[in-house]
């Protein structure tokens, strides 16, 4: 069985300070894994993912995730908020299997001050 | 370049009323996703579809049925709503199980 967790349901910060959002997975095979963003009423954008390749990946707007297997991780970082950055984040696994779905975190929201 | 387009966008429907949700997708994509989203929940998988004629269940599927009759729409119905069903629908659709997603803009279902 594959699932994934997102260690925190809500993380605030001030404009210009480092972002983490934390997420682990579990899954039985080697997985992908990706992060989404939602800004308030609209829909899902991808924001980066992670198929095997380099582990350090980098994805629109700044952010980036390092898949760390020995911690069944996938953070996503940014090293400074700006205000538009406030939104609902997702971490997502998919397994290299055919006929199997995406599987959603329950998201993080993140709220940025100035 | 519509991508994938949901159609209603809002709707309210009594208790005990059906409809069908509409998902489109030009991408000619493998994979279609339906998900409801509810507060504190995240998305949660409803049915999905790994080709034309194809179906198969998700997380929770109870209330719902889907029909994939041709490649580029997947289908999404409910028979007899419930207050419970009240949540906001994603369709999504992808070229492989582990490829990128692409998700519609949503459909804000309200059962009074």
């Known amino acids: 069985a594959q699932s994934v967790t997102q260690l925190d349901s809500h993380v605030s910060v001030s404009e210009g300070t480092p972002v983490l959002l934390r997420c682990n997975y579990s899954s039985s095979y080697s997985p992908s894994l990706f992060w989404y963003v939602q800004h308030p009423n609209k829909g899902l954008q991808l924001l980066l993912k992670?198929?095997?390749?380099?582990?350090l990946v980098k994805g629109i707007n700044g952010f980036e995730a390092e898949f760390k297997k020995s911690e069944t991780s996938f953070h996503l970082t940014k090293p400074s908020a700006h205000m538009s950055d406030a939104a609902e984040y997702f971490c997502?696994?998919?397994?290299?299997?055919?006929?199997?779905?995406?599987?959603f975190g329950k998201g993080t929201t993140l709220s940025v001050s100035s | 370049n519509a991508g994938v387009t949901q159609t209603p966008k809002f709707r309210v429907l009594k208790t005990g009323q059906s409809m069908t949700l509409l998902c489109a997708q030009d991408?000619?994509?493998?994979?279609m996703y339906w998900y409801r989203q509810d507060p504190g929940m995240g998305l949660r998988l409803i049915h999905y579809s790994v080709g034309e004629g194809t179906t198969a269940k998700g997380e929770v599927p109870d209330g719902y049925n889907v029909s994939r009759l041709k490649k580029q729409n997947f289908l999404l119905g409910l028979e007899s709503a419930a207050p419970s069903q009240t949540s906001v629908y994603f369709c999504?659709?992808?070229?492989?199980?582990?490829?990128?997603?692409?998700f519609g803009q949503g459909t804000r279902l309200t059962v009074v």
């Open positions: 991408m000619n994509h493998e994979y």
């Open positions: 997502v696994v998919s397994l290299h299997q055919a006929g199997t779905a995406l599987i």
């Open positions: 999504a659709s992808s070229y492989v199980a582990t490829g990128v997603a692409f």
């Open positions: 992670y198929t095997s390749a380099a582990t």
